[in-house]
């Protein structure tokens, strides 16, 4: 019967080696879940931070197209004005000259 203490023993000892293990495994896991967590927690406000930025920047980019569009048009706009006064300038200048023709003649 001295084999079965010992034996007894030997098994008591090897289930708190495993218990401990399996406790140890357990405290592990936890800790590698909340680390998750964090990160995820982490990940999404970093994503809700940039999809705020990109926000912005896509309505400024549109506010920069608008503006680009106003001034090509108002420079369409000043281009043909300047022709439209090159050609009046033209066309008084022949009233003058034909004016001074006929004051000289």
């Known amino acids: 019967m001295t084999e079965v203490p010992k034996l007894v023993i030997a098994v ?3 289930a708190h080696a495993v218990t401990s293990a399996a406790s140890n495994w357990v405290a592990f896991v936890k800790s ?5 967590q964090r990160l995820e927690a ?3 406000q970093k994503r809700h931070a ?3 930025e990109v926000g912005r920047l896509r309505a400024e980019i ?3 197209r608008s503006d680009r ?3 090509k048009r108002e420079l369409a706009m000043t281009i ?4 439209k006064e090159k050609r009046e300038i033209g066309m008084e200048r022949e009233r003058f ?5 006929q004051f000289q003649a």
């Not at 590698?32 to 998750?36: G, K, P, S, V």
């Not at 043909?80 to 022709?83: A, H, I, T």
């Open 97 to 101: 000259l034909k004016s001074l023709d």
């Open 32 to 36: 590698i879940q909340a680390e998750t």
């Open 42 to 44: 982490d990940l999404a």
């Open 12 to 14: 008591e000892t090897s």
């Open 80 to 83: 043909k004005e300047k022709e």
């Open 69 to 71: 569009e106003k001034e």
């Open 62 to 64: 549109a506010q920069l």
């Open 50 to 52: 940039a999809d705020v």
